[in-house]
């Protein structure tokens, strides 16, 4: 186990669906993470909170919607999604420093959540 | 174009063996990641090595790093069946602070 929760593991919706993807990490970590992997594709960076802060959105579409209500926990909200969003959803967290920033330190990952839209 | 490709593709070996992937990357980076993937799985950290160093180890792992060819290695050594997964190389994006770049991963095969 990394440390870092994520529910559900599963999920299958239709596209007028809204659900909502939860993470949780249990290491103290300062940042959160959403990827997205699709099947044939690099992970792709989606969104990053920095102290509960977004600090990236890396061109997402608004039908995805993130929430970092605190530094222990992270949503994405689904709204409208489309066949082509069904993928393998990662949550992921680090500590950032003022000396190794935000990427000078490792990410632990969850689990992933695997969705489905029909 | 992404920052890290990761070679080969695929590697199949008998356990015992040794295997080395190789990740190549375009842009100056800070540091470079490796991690490990177990299939429909969430990634987990191996290596993390910073651009002022060229070698790492951590157990039957190594890792190089060669910043004037941007490319970097991974070996494990006495490879087991549970060393099967996905390996991926991740660096840090030119001009951000907050996007680790993950290239598309070595499929790794250590057969019994």
């Known amino acids: 186990e990394t440390g870092v929760t994520q529910t559900p593991r599963h999920l299958v919706m239709g596209m007028t669906n809204k659900k909502s993807l939860k993470c949780e990490q249990h290491l103290g970590h300062n940042a959160m993470y959403w990827y997205k992997q699709s099947a044939k594709k690099p992970l792709e960076l989606m969104f990053v909170y920095s102290l509960e802060e977004r600090v990236e959105n890396n061109s997402v579409p608004s039908r995805f919607s993130p929430e970092c209500p605190n530094s222990s926990h992270l949503f994405l909200h689904l709204h409208t999604l489309q066949p082509e969003d069904s993928a393998l959803y990662l949550c992921a967290s680090s500590r950032q420093t003022l000396t190794s920033g935000l990427l000078g330190n490792e990410q632990f990952f969850g689990p992933g959540t695997r969705l489905t839209v029909l | 174009s992404q920052q890290g490709e990761e070679d080969p593709q695929a590697l199949s070996i008998q356990e015992g063996e040794n295997a080395t992937m190789n990740c190549s990357y375009k842009?100056?980076?800070?540091?470079l990641q490796w991690y490990r993937q177990n299939s429909g799985r969430g990634l987990v950290h191996l290596i993390l090595i910073r651009s002022n160093e060229r070698e790492k180890h951590s157990g039957r792992l190594r890792v190089t790093l060669d910043t004037s060819k941007k490319s970097s290695s991974l070996l494990i050594t006495a490879s087991r069946a549970a060393d099967t997964a996905s390996y991926f190389c991740?660096?840090?994006?030119?001009?951000?602070?907050?996007?680790?770049?993950f290239g598309k991963g070595t499929l790794l095969t250590v057969n019994p």
């Open positions: 842009t100056s980076i800070n540091n």
């Open positions: 991740a660096t840090d994006a030119a001009g951000s602070n907050y996007k680790l770049t």
